[in-house]
């Protein structure tokens, strides 16, 4: 392709491959750039990268469920924890309402005794 020729910013020319397919056009970042571009894409996301040991046949499961749904496993792996951790808080939540529902309720019944005893002394 000429690069004096312009071909329209339209959605149709990035489906069809006109635009955005010509490799006189590629830029070729340099390792360190590279790294920057990933840090600042971690930042803007709010993503923090981990090293993780998993078994082989947990991530070829994750792989085979992602591929169905059209994802990443990583982004599988990463919805599966959030929903976990979310769940979990929760749940933690609601146990520890519960507990502080008891004690309440344990005091009030212990408050109309003690003033029972007040009164017998």
């Known amino acids: 392709m000429e690069a004096t020729q312009r071909i329209p910013d339209t959605e149709e020319a990035w489906d ?16 360190d ?3 920057a ?6 930042e803007s996301l709010g993503l923090q990268p981990i090293s993780i040991r998993l078994e082989k046949s947990l991530i070829d499961d994750f792989k085979s469920i992602a591929t ?3 994802l990443g496993y990583q982004t599988l792996m990463r919805q599966a924890l959030k929903r976990f951790a979310e769940c979990e808080k929760k749940r933690i939540v609601g146990q520890m309402a519960a507990q ?5 309720s344990a005091l009030a019944d212990d408050k109309p005794r003690a003033q029972r005893q007040k009164k017998a002394a």
């Open 33 to 35: 750039e590279r790294a």
């Open 37 to 42: 571009d990933f840090a600042a894409i971690n």
């Open 100 to 104: 502080m529902r008891e004690r309440q």
């Open 16 to 31: 069809t491959g006109e635009l955005g397919a010509d490799e006189a056009f590629v830029g070729h970042l340099s390792e």
């Open 68 to 70: 169905i749904n059209g």
